[in-house]
């Protein structure tokens, strides 16, 4: 979890970049806290990004779109899948694959994630645009 | 006729692979993605390197 110095660090990289209404930490002194992030898209859309803070930053935090988004298909995306840059859902919610192990360092902060999901989402409309799976634009990490 | 989004697209492809002419950048305080040219100046954080590392599986 956290430390205070650390989540002040947090707190002040949102606030010089995000409206301040525009994200907010949860249960911060509990023993699963989060914070949830608005992101619109290019296209206008809005979603809700909730990443879990519980083990953050020493492990990879997982990220949720706060709602389950279908694919091109129509298929729920609740599991995991490499095309699509996903893991297994939880709460109903579409699980992103945002960084991978190997890319993971205690120094990446809840912006950067934002802004990889923030990329994420709008990789997502483009696929549901035109029917290529993630991957397609979103390379594999190596 | 490519929208906006899908040449988008195709430019973070082309970051992936290394061969584009144009560098990503996220500008917070608009929320869009933009394109630039590669060492042009502008608003927003550059976040190529995103698109080169690649997502996890």
Redesign the interface.
């Known amino acids: 979890m956290m430390d205070n110095e650390r989540y002040q660090a947090e707190q002040m990289v949102l606030r010089s970049?995000?409206p301040a209404n525009a994200y907010r930490f949860m249960n911060m002194n509990t023993a699963q806290p989060f914070v949830v992030l608005a992101?619109?898209t290019?296209?206008g859309n809005v979603y809700t990004i909730r990443i879990e803070l519980a083990e953050f930053p020493a492990n990879i935090p997982r990220a949720f779109v706060t709602r389950m988004l279908r694919n091109k298909a129509g298929e729920e995306m609740d599991s995991p899948s490499?095309s699509m840059?996903t893991l297994a859902s939880e709460n109903g919610w579409t699980r992103i694959?945002?960084?991978?192990?190997n890319?993971w360092t205690p120094y990446i902060s809840v912006y950067k994630i934002y802004?990889?999901c923030?990329?994420?989402l709008?990789?997502y409309?483009?696929h549901l645009?035109?029917g290529?799976p993630m991957?397609?634009?979103?390379?594999?990490?190596? | 006729m490519a929208?906006?989004?899908?040449k988008?697209?195709e430019e973070?492809?082309k970051q992936?692979?290394g061969t584009a002419m144009t560098e990503?950048a996220?500008n917070?305080l608009t929320?869009?993605?933009e394109q630039r040219p590669q060492g042009s100046t502008g608003t927003g954080?550059v976040?190529t390197k995103?698109?080169e590392?690649?997502?996890?599986?």
């Open positions: 970049k995000l992101a619109r290019n296209a490499a840059h694959c945002h960084y991978g192990a890319a802004v990889r923030r990329l994420w709008e990789m409309e483009l645009q035109t290529k991957d397609y634009y979103l390379k594999h990490a190596t | 929208s906006v989004n899908e988008l697209g973070v492809r992936g692979q990503l996220f917070p929320g869009e993605f954080d976040v995103m698109t590392d690649g997502f996890a599986n």
